[in-house]
T-cell receptor
């Protein structure tokens, strides 16, 4: 009865490199959400995806960031040409229905450090 | 748009003492309300949520929260804290019709033996 899985748990990149963060939702869940958490701050919504579709990307920077959730395989958050300000914990959550108030189940996060 | 405030950044209690973590929200109607707990290096785990009905909500690990419309609050309580409760606690508010909750900045709970 696996929960939401994220990998890698820790990722170190040098400025200018690419970061790829993966998220496998809970079994049966087709709605995935990505959040970013900076130190001593709450979670900030980035993007909401349903299988093969981006539903809401209003919280995601327009440049360098992209997300996908293919028909097969995990959801991927991709950050191109990383900068030091991208260092943060990135959390993925999944839900069953995507309706308002639906419980979101969180993964353990990926901690990205940009040198 | 909705917003949520957790006025206490850190709370320190002794093991066995009672606990109350404050959460105030701003929203024009009755929102969805959530409390999550985050242990160090881990993701968020849902403690409890309020949608409608009984304003006193029971959650996991012995936690409860009370929705007070007149005070726009949803405070989290536990009668007797255990050392394992030391963690970061997040309150979140969701607007009716929105699938994205807004999170507070969190309250760090420190438990002294």
């Amino acid at each position: 009865n696996a929960g939401v899985m994220q990998n890698p748990r820790h990722l170190v990149r040098r400025r200018g490199q690419e970061a790829r963060l993966r998220c496998s939702p809970m079994k049966g869940h087709s709605h995935v959400y990505w959040y970013r958490q900076l130190p001593e701050e709450g979670l900030k919504f980035m993007v909401y995806l349903q299988k093969e579709n981006i539903i809401d990307e209003s919280g995601m920077p327009k440049e360098r960031f992209s997300a996908e959730f293919p028909k097969e395989g995990p959801s991927i958050l991709r950050i191109q040409q990383v900068v030091r300000g991208d260092s943060a914990a990135y959390f993925c959550a999944s839900s069953l229905s995507g309706t308002a108030g639906d419980t979101q189940y969180f993964g353990p996060g990926t901690r990205l450090t940009v040198l | 748009a909705q917003s949520v405030t957790q006025p206490d950044i850190h709370i320190t209690v002794s093991e066995g003492a009672s606990l109350e973590l404050r959460c105030n929200y701003s929203y024009g109607a009755t929102p969805y309300l959530f409390w999550y707990v985050q242990s160090p290096g881990q993701g968020l785990q849902l403690l409890l949520k309020y949608f409608s009905g009984d304003t006193l909500v029971q959650g996991i690990k012995g936690f409860e929260a009370e929705f007070k419309r007149s005070q726009s609050s949803f405070n989290l309580r536990k009668p007797s804290v255990h050392w394992s409760d030391a963690a970061e606690y997040f309150c979140a508010v969701g607007a009716r019709g929105s699938y994205i909750p807004t999170f507070g900045r969190g309250t760090s709970l420190i438990v002294h033996p």
